[in-house]
């Protein structure tokens, strides 16, 4: 240790020590809480009206939520372009439920960058009923990232949605319909929804990423660029951002999904389907 | 949430929070910013208690959320003036011979680092962690860590003007090693 190390482990000691016990946090603790669960839920059908002309496509990568049915070459069908913008907010009367039922995971959700998200997907999903927030986050090159689940009276969405540091720009770079589509298979409701092991997106830009949001009984992810070797993605709450290179073969990506008890819940490819 | 839960959430914050917020004041530098971080990341944690209670280490989640937090923060303050260090709340009696000075020129230095570097200094020299631990906690890589505690350190001993000078002063030994 040098003689940095040590003055700093004092500092920080010192600083620390000479600090007073806090009040009584309960009652803000509580307050903020409940302002934290109606925030949420005012996010429910909230997307803005908007006279904007420009269709985003995107293409849906339609997937088995069976974790172990998924066929890597045939587990992913390009949607056709879904309907015209349409300037008509989903209505907030009839929120359908979160079929992913993951929660929210991430930093704070910014309302406006949230509802900017959520704005952007109705133009292009105007069916949408209901979002539901999965997770919030800044990308390493300080891009701002909303995950979220748009449902419809049938089908439900992951949503990635990027936008600029500063707010100037952003879009949608994903949608990944997460419905059973095989009808041998019928979903069987919440619980092989439930059973999803991940969502994962391929976010290009100035720097591209892999963005892989686990499901929240993950324990570990891992990321390949071959399908060979494999190295731990740190995550936090089971969701983790990997830089990647631009230029190299998405396809050959794999991740894994190790449930907490160590047991691979999700061996394939990232979903692969985005913007450009 | 039921009763039984919410009590056990007011346990953990009665007995975790005195160290909870001396880890947000040594993040943000400031008592009003580190009770604000505490009270939100708490909040937090009580939304998702009925997850949080059955993990191995709530605190853990906790300071997670605060490091998550602070980023935040910091994006919501970003137009307001830069950090300016608190005085301490009382003097230590035990910092004697120049210490004080000392102390008080790294802390002012600490002040001048991104949020990450100094998040990384705070877990690493004070709360003790490991280059994998605060990895996990910050969300990054191993390689990451090393790589902003290593810039850390430099942007430190580049503000050894600071240091030079208690060391010009004071017969401080222990901060010969201290050069850019």
Excluded: C
Excluded at chain 2, 34 to 58: F, G, M
């Amino acid at each position: 240790m040098s003689p940095l190390d040590r003055e700093l482990q004092r500092t920080l000691a010192q600083r620390a020590s000479s600090l007073t016990p806090p009040g009584d946090l309960l009652d803000g603790v509580e307050r903020e809480a409940r302002g934290i669960r109606r925030r949420r839920n005012s996010l429910v059908g909230t997307a803005a009206l908007s006279v904007l002309a420009i269709a985003i496509a995107v293409p849906l990568a339609m997937r088995n939520a069976e974790s172990g049915d998924r066929d890597p070459g045939t587990g992913f069908a390009t949607a056709p372009p879904s309907a015209a913008p349409s300037t008509q907010a989903p209505s907030p009367a009839t929120p359908q439920r979160s079929r992913l039922q993951w929660g929210f995971r991430g930093a704070d959700s910014v309302g406006e960058v949230a509802g900017r998200a959520n704005q952007a997907w109705t133009l292009d999903h105007p069916a949408t009923e209901s979002y539901h927030p999965l997770y919030s986050g800044t990308l390493p090159d300080r891009r701002r990232i909303e995950v979220f689940e748009a449902v419809e009276s049938t089908r439900s969405f992951a949503v990635f949605y990027v936008e600029d540091a500063d707010g100037s720009s952003g879009r949608i770079v994903q949608g990944l319909e997460v419905v059973d589509r095989n009808p041998q298979r019928p979903a069987q409701g919440k619980q092989s929804l439930t059973r999803l092991p991940q969502v994962s997106a391929y976010v290009d830009g100035p720097q591209d990423f892999v963005v892989i949001i686990g499901a929240p009984t993950t324990g570990q992810l891992e990321f390949s660029t071959d399908g060979r070797r494999y190295t731990t993605v740190a995550t936090a709450e089971g969701t983790g951002i990997v830089a990647v290179t631009k230029g190299e073969d998405r396809a050959a990506y794999r991740v894994r999904v190790f449930d907490g008890d160590g047991v691979a819940v999700y061996d394939g490819p990232i979903d692969l389907l985005s913007e450009d | 949430m039921d009763d039984a839960m919410r009590e056990e959430f007011r346990d953990f914050v009665a007995a975790r929070s005195p160290a909870l917020l001396r880890t947000a004041y040594l993040m943000t530098g400031q008592r009003q910013d580190a009770e604000d971080l505490l009270q939100t990341s708490l909040a937090k944690t009580l939304v998702a208690w009925r997850r949080v209670r059955s993990a191995d280490n709530p605190e853990a989640y906790v300071r997670r959320l605060m490091l998550n937090t602070r980023t935040s923060l910091w994006r919501r303050h970003r137009h307001e003036a830069g950090p300016v260090a608190d005085p301490p709340d009382r003097p230590d009696s035990a910092d004697h011979y120049g210490d004080a000075d000392l102390h008080d020129a790294l802390w002012a230095a600490l002040a001048t680092l991104g949020r990450r570097q100094r998040a990384v200094l705070v877990l690493r020299y004070y709360e003790g962690l490991s280059e994998a631990e605060i990895a996990d906690a910050l969300g990054v890589s191993v390689g990451t860590v090393k790589s902003q505690a290593s810039r850390a350190l430099a942007a430190l001993r580049t503000n050894a003007g600071l240091l030079d000078d208690v060391r010009a002063t004071l017969p401080l030994s222990s901060t010969s090693g201290v050069t850019s």
